[in-house]
T-cell receptor
Framework: AQKVTQAQTEISVVEKEDVTLDCVYE???????LFWYKQPPSGELVFLIR??????QNEISGRYSWNFQKSTSSFNFTITASQVVDSAVYFC???????????FGPGTRLSVLP | DAGITQSPRHKVTETGTPVTLRCHQT?????MYWYRQDPGHGLRLIHY???????DKGEVSDGYSVSRSKTEDFLLTLESATSSQTSVYFC????????????FGEGSRLTVL
């Protein structure tokens, strides 16, 4: 069975600090997809990134970066120079190759204090 | 904007009553999903659909049924609502067949008294 673990329930940082959100996944599939979503206080769910299991290159998008390591089954998300607007719940998710098992982690609530 | 609308956005009902939530999309995407969101559990899949009249169960399907008679509409029904079904319900579509990212509706908050 597929499973996503986000061990950090809540994190608080002060603005401009860097913060890393951890995501560990379990799957027996060789082909799968990993995702991060953001849920700001307004409640909508916003897609951030998708990574397939054959692409282990790290990705950077502005202040956001993602570190995918198959050896440790982790897909961590780092926000550099955090801002108050980054305050949200962040979800890591895992999909099998057929999209029939799209599983989310429990989420990490990030609070960025001014 | 993936053109997803959910209705109703808010509903309060009593235990034992039937409830139907509607998800409507405007772009003819094949895959549609219903999730519920509860504190500490993240998003859990209830049911999903991979085409008209093609549906399957997710992780927490007990007490829920779905129907998809048209590509654009995916209905979630609680035949007899219980207090444990108080939750926020999200509809989602996959824009790249079945492995692309999910785009979510705005959510429907259901309270069962």
């Amino acid at each position: 069975a597929q499973k996503v673990t986000q061990a950090q329930t809540e994190i608080s940082v002060v603005e401009k600090e860097d913060v890393t959100l951890d995501c560990v996944y379990e799957t027996r599939d060789t082909t799968y997809y990993l995702f991060w979503y953001k849920q700001p206080p307004s409640g909508e769910l916003v897609f951030l990134i998708r990574r397939n299991s054959f692409d282990e290159q790290n990705e950077i998008s502005g202040r956001y970066s993602w570190n995918f390591q198959k050896s440790t089954s982790s897909f961590n998300f780092t926000i550099t120079a955090s801002q108050v607007v980054d305050s949200a719940v962040y979800f890591c998710a895992l999909s099998d190759n057929y999209g029939q098992n799209f599983v989310f982690g429990p989420g990490t609530r990030l609070s960025v204090l001014p | 904007d993936a053109g997803i609308t959910q209705s109703p956005r808010h509903k309060v009902t009593e235990t034992g009553t039937p409830v139907t939530l509607r998800c409507h999309q405007t772009e003819n995407h094949r895959y549609m999903y219903w999730y519920r969101q509860d504190p500490g559990h993240g998003l859990r899949l209830i049911h999903y659909s991979y085409g008209v009249k093609d549906t399957d169960k997710g992780e927490v399907s007990d007490g829920y049924s779905v129907s998809r008679s048209k590509t654009e509409d995916f209905l979630l029904t609680l035949e007899s609502a219980t207090s444990s079904q108080t939750s926020v319900y999200f509809c989602a579509i996959s824009i790249e067949d079945n492995t692309g990212e999910l785009f979510f509706g705005e959510g429907s908050r259901l309270t069962v008294l």
